[in-house]
T-cell receptor, first 111, second 115 residues
Framework: DQQVKQNSPSLSVQEGRISILNCDYT??????FLWYKKYPAEGPTFLIS?????DKNEDGRFTVFLNKSAKHLSLHIVPSQPGDSAVYFCAASLTGNQFYFGTGTSLTVIP | EPEVTQTPSHQVTQMGQEVILRCVPISNHLYFYWYRQILGQKVEFLVSFYNNEISEKSEIFDDQFSVERPDGSNFTLKIRSTKLEDSAMYFC?????????????FGPGTRLTVL
């Protein structure tokens, strides 16, 4: 069973607006969460992460929110830029030895 | 919901030995991928596979690497003579359509340690 789910396969946002990418997980033992960005024919590139002991982590235009009670993770990009157009994967880890990826959300930022 | 599985979760080998990393993609998927992540570095694309042949490969995927779909369900990555720098997490992925931007289902990874 998919332990990490991204239920929106695609998302379109106007340049300058906020992009919100969502991710749900089932295993409450996950202790580390990551977001990756992926361009065609390349591997996913690490974007931002959050430990399960936190509920928010911010890095420039990117903020990740963790709601442990809801088992929900989200990535906010503000303001969105055309260069942000890519596929975004969330991933969850158990002690760093196993990684569980979501299926990705394709973000298109419209100029 | 279906998932990609990988075995083993952790493989330890001696330098110079051959290793085979195994993946079971989602059953009706046609496109298969291997990626690796060296500790502390980015996830790197290795190879994509479709219709029993390699469709694309990166510079990393040299002659010591090979992929195979031996029985219609498994998808394997073989490293012929392992080097210390092959130590990494290896991720398998599969998708139903041929586009790197489309939904890829990733496995949980195999951690390879070369001693």
């Amino acid at each position: 069973d998919q332990q990490v789910k991204q239920n929106s396969p695609s998302l379109s946002v106007q340049e300058g607006r906020i992009s919100i990418l969502n991710c749900d997980y089932t295993n409450s033992m996950f202790d580390y969460f990551l977001w990756y960005k992926k361009y065609p024919a390349e591997g996913p590139t690490f974007l931002i992460s959050i430990s399960s002991i936190k509920d928010k982590n911010e890095d420039g235009r990117f903020t990740v929110f963790l709601n442990k009670s809801a088992k929900h993770l989200s990535l906010h990009i503000v303001p969105s830029q055309p260069g942000d157009s890519a596929v975004y994967f969330c991933a969850a880890s158990l002690t760093g030895n196993q990684f569980y990826f979501g299926t990705g959300t394709s973000l298109t930022v419209i100029p | 919901e279906p998932e990609v599985t990988q075995t083993p979760s952790h493989q330890v080998t001696q330098m110079g030995q051959e290793v085979i990393l195994r993946c079971v993609p989602i059953s009706n998927h046609l496109y298969f991928y291997w990626y690796r992540q060296i500790l502390g570095q980015k996830v790197e694309f290795l190879v994509s596979f479709y219709n029993n042949e390699i469709s694309e490969k990166s510079e990393i995927f040299d002659d010591q690497f090979s992929v195979e779909r031996p029985d219609g369900s498994n998808f394997t990555l073989k490293i012929r003579s392992t080097k210390l720098e092959d130590s990494a997490m290896y991720f398998c992925a599969s998708s139903g359509r041929d586009t790197f931007t489309d939904t890829q289902y990733f496995g949980p990874g195999t951690r390879l340690t070369v001693l």
